[in-house]
């Protein structure tokens, strides 16, 4: 059983920066889609950024484009997601999730995924 774990996440001041990193126990990255979710209080678990580990390509939600910079560290096994310019509208529970099966893009939808982490709290005070 692959495990996805999630570190990083705090609290931290409006406009100021994070960072989550997101790895796999047991199994290696290669050829997956890696996605960021994030689920709010209340709120629909939704899609925040996402990357390919062959191709680097990589996909963003609109509020966070411009702030927020997903990359991958193939020697590390490792997806961070540098999260920068928080506003507490950002305060979420933050949860990696792997996608196994080829694809060209990251997919948006959670469906799409089968693996996930337990999540991580980020939240942001005003």
């Known amino acids: 059983q692959v495990q996805v774990v999630e570190t990083g996440g705090g609290l931290v001041q409006a406009g100021g920066s994070l960072s989550l990193s997101c790895t796999a126990s047991?199994?290696?990255?290669?050829?997956?889609?890696i996605g960021w979710f994030r689920q709010a209080p209340g709120k629909e678990r939704e899609f925040v950024a996402g990357?390919?580990?062959?191709?680097?390509?990589?996909r963003y939600t609109d509020s966070v484009k411009g702030r927020f910079t997903i990359s991958r560290d193939n020697a590390k096994n490792t997806v961070n997601l540098q999260m920068n310019g928080l506003k507490p509208e950002d305060t979420a529970v933050y949860y990696c999730?792997?996608?196994?099966?080829?694809?060209?893009?990251?997919?948006?939808?959670?469906?799409?995924?089968?693996?996930w982490g337990q999540g991580t709290q980020v939240t942001i005070s005003s």
């Open positions: 999730a792997v996608r196994w099966r080829l694809q060209l893009i990251p997919p948006m939808s959670r469906n799409e995924y089968e693996d």
């Open positions: 047991g199994r290696t990255f290669t050829g997956a889609m």
């Open positions: 990357i390919s580990w062959r191709a680097g390509r990589t």
